[in-house]
Nanobody, 124 residues
Framework: QVQLVESGGGSVQAGGSLRLSCVAS???????VAWFRQAPGKEREFVAA????????FYADSVKGRFTISKDNAQNTVYLQMNSLKSEDSAAYHC??????????????????WGQGTQVTVSS
């Protein structure tokens, strides 16, 4: 079992930045890790993913060029740097992990392990 704990959420004005962290209880070098987000009344949607090698990453079109996912295997931590935030980025952000398989995976049911989430609120 892998436990994931997110942090770094908060309130920010449009155009601002936040960095989310996801700390894993297991060695992240063995895991593919993704960030998803869910706004009230909406389905959980894929944001970004990083492969266990930390070499490859994949982004949703809505965040490409603004968000960056990175992985520090020594710290068992995955980060999501979010720049140029927009009001539509407001959501609960969840970290998810799976053991490596085909790549990339963008559907929530394809991930085995989940964190509780951290709230991001962007005001315009």
């Amino acid at each position: 079992q892998v436990q994931l704990v997110e942090s770094g959420g908060g309130s920010v004005q449009a155009g601002g930045s936040l960095r989310l962290s996801c700390v894993a209880s297991a060695r992240t070098f063995r895991l593919n890790v993704a960030w998803f987000r869910q706004a009230p009344g909406k389905e959980r949607e894929f944001v970004a993913a990083i492969k266990w090698t930390a070499i490859e990453s994949f982004y949703a079109d809505s965040v490409k060029g603004r968000f960056t996912i990175s992985k520090d295997n020594a710290q068992n931590t995955v980060y999501l740097q979010m720049n140029s935030l927009k009001s539509e980025d407001s959501a609960a952000y969840h970290c998810a992990a799976r053991y490596p398989g085909s790549w990339p995976k963008t559907q929530p049911h394809e991930y085995e392990f989940w964190g509780q989430g951290t709230q991001v609120t962007v005001s315009s």
